[in-house]
T-cell receptor, first 113, second 113 residues
Framework: KQEVTQIPAALSVPEGENLVLNCSFT??????LQWFRQDPGKGLTSLLL?????REQTSGRLNASLDKSSGRSTLYIAASQPGDSATYLC????????????FGKGTHLIIQP | DAGITQSPRHKVTETGTPVTLRCHQT?????MYWYRQDPGHGLRLIHY???????DKGEVSDGYSVSRSKTEDFLLTLESATSSQTSVYFC????????????FGEGSWLTVV
C-alpha cells in the first residue's frame, strides 16, 4: 500500500526566505506526482504536476522535483510572500493514473510579514 | 477550476438519516472521484468512477454508495449517516487534456449530529 509522508508538518518563516517542502512515498511505481495548495475552508488548487518520466516542473516562484527511485519530491518556493501561507499537499497517482491519489497529510506554512 | 460544482456546500443532518451529495461537472471528464478530508488522516479516497455506470471502491468506502447515471453527475450517498461520517467531502476530476491534472471542487461540509 502506497504511503506518502510530508516533512515538516508545519513551518513558519519570515517573508522573503526561500524554502523547501519535502514529500516521500514508499512505492516508486508511480504514474505522476502532484502538489496542491489548500487555503483554510477551501478546496485544493493544483500547483504542479510531474509525470513519472520527468525530473522537475516549474511555475513562477515554484519548482518541484521528483526522484522516483528514491521515492522523494521537493517543492521549492522562492522569495516567499505572506500570500503563500497555506497548507501544501503532495499526492501520488499509481495504477495508470486513474485509480485516484494517495495524499500526504500536508505541510502547514506560515509566512510572517 | 474545470467546471466542478458540489451541492450542498454545507449540511447538518441527524444520525440515521440518508444523505446525498452531488458533484456536477461541465467539461465531459470521464474520471470522477469522491474524497473525504479529516484532521489527522488527510484526504482519503471513498469511491471513483471511470464512466457512466462504472464505479469502484476506494480506501474508505464502507457506509457509502455512489451512482453515475450521466457523465456530468457523480452522486455520493450515505445510506444511514453516522457521526463518524462528519467530514469535508471533496469531488475531483482528472483532466486528460491537461496532462492528467486532478482538479477539486470546493467541498461539502457535512455534520452528523
Amino acid at each position: 500500500k502506497q504511503e506518502v509522508t510530508q516533512i515538516p508538518a508545519a513551518l513558519s518563516v519570515p517573508e522573503g526566505e526561500n524554502l523547501v517542502l519535502n514529500c516521500s512515498f514508499t512505492d516508486s511505481a508511480i504514474y505522476n506526482l502532484q502538489w496542491f495548495r489548500q487555503d483554510p475552508g477551501k478546496g485544493l488548487t493544483s500547483l504542479l504536476l510531474i509525470q513519472s518520466s520527468q525530473r522537475e516542473q516549474t511555475s513562477g516562484r515554484l519548482n518541484a522535483s521528483l526522484d522516483k527511485s528514491s521515492g522523494r519530491s521537493t517543492l521549492y518556493i522562492a522569495a516567499s510572500q505572506p500570500g503563500d501561507s497555506a497548507t501544501y499537499l503532495c499526492a501520488v497517482s499509481s495504477g495508470g493514473g486513474a485509480d485516484g491519489l494517495t495524499f500526504g497529510k500536508g505541510t502547514h506554512l506560515i509566512i510572517q510579514p | 477550476d474545470a467546471g466542478i460544482t458540489q451541492s450542498p456546500r454545507h449540511k447538518v443532518t441527524e444520525t440515521g438519516t440518508p444523505v446525498t451529495l452531488r458533484c456536477h461537472q461541465t467539461e465531459n471528464h470521464r474520471y470522477m472521484y469522491w474524497y473525504r478530508q479529516d484532521p489527522g488522516h488527510g484526504l482519503r479516497l471513498i469511491h471513483y468512477s471511470y464512466g457512466v455506470k462504472d464505479t469502484d471502491k476506494g480506501e474508505v468506502s464502507d457506509g457509502y454508495s455512489v451512482s453515475r447515471s450521466k457523465t456530468e453527475d457523480f452522486l455520493l450517498t450515505l445510506e444511514s449517516a453516522t457521526s463518524s461520517q462528519t467530514s469535508v467531502y471533496f469531488c475531483a476530476i482528472i483532466s486528460t487534456d491537461r496532462g492528467n491534472t486532478i482538479y477539486f471542487g470546493e467541498g461539502s461540509w457535512l455534520t452528523v449530529v
